[in-house]
């Protein structure tokens, strides 16, 4: 008896996959039709707030990961990925150097950075540095 339904099932399914199924059709008509029925859709000109340039620069926060006479290497306080070398500029050259004398940055200090956006010049940096040991 299970053999005779088993066999029942296995032929209708034949049978089921045996009539082709009707073309298919593109589905932009069926679009263009809903289209013609729904209410026009509302467009709104989204403006993008454009950042006014300061005129000084920009401050970043940092943390110190190398320190020289000629540059410095840091990473963003705010996005720890972000890592930054910046050169100094010709005011800020004399003061680095003297800096560097005295033991300057360690790695882990806190330091702001001025700098124009787009560029790795730094115009001033503020910070305390390390005690030397």
């Known amino acids: 008896m299970k053999t005779f339904k088993i066999a029942g ?3 209708a399914l034949a049978a089921g996959l045996a009539i082709p199924s009707g ?6 008509v069926a679009a263009a039709e809903a289209a013609s029925v729904a209410a026009a859709p509302i467009v709104r000109a989204v403006h993008a ?9 920009d401050w970043l926060k940092a943390d110190v ?3 020289d ?11 720890e990925r972000m890592i930054h070398t910046f050169s100094y500029a010709s005011v800020l050259q004399p003061k680095m150097q003297a800096l560097e004398d005295k033991g ?3 790695y882990g200090d806190q330091v702001k950075i001025l700098y ?6 730094a115009l001033a940096i ?7 040991q």
């Open 9 to 11: 099932v296995a032929v």
């Open 69 to 79: 006479s000629h540059s410095i290497i840091v990473r963003e306080a705010a996005n």
């Open 23 to 28: 073309a298919a059709r593109a589905q932009a």
């Open 104 to 106: 300057g940055y360690r």
């Open 116 to 121: 124009q956006p787009g560029q790795t010049v």
């Open 49 to 57: 707030v454009a950042r006014k340039p300061r005129q000084g620069g």
């Open 65 to 67: 990961i190398h320190f």
């Open 126 to 132: 503020h910070g305390k540095p390390s005690k030397p």
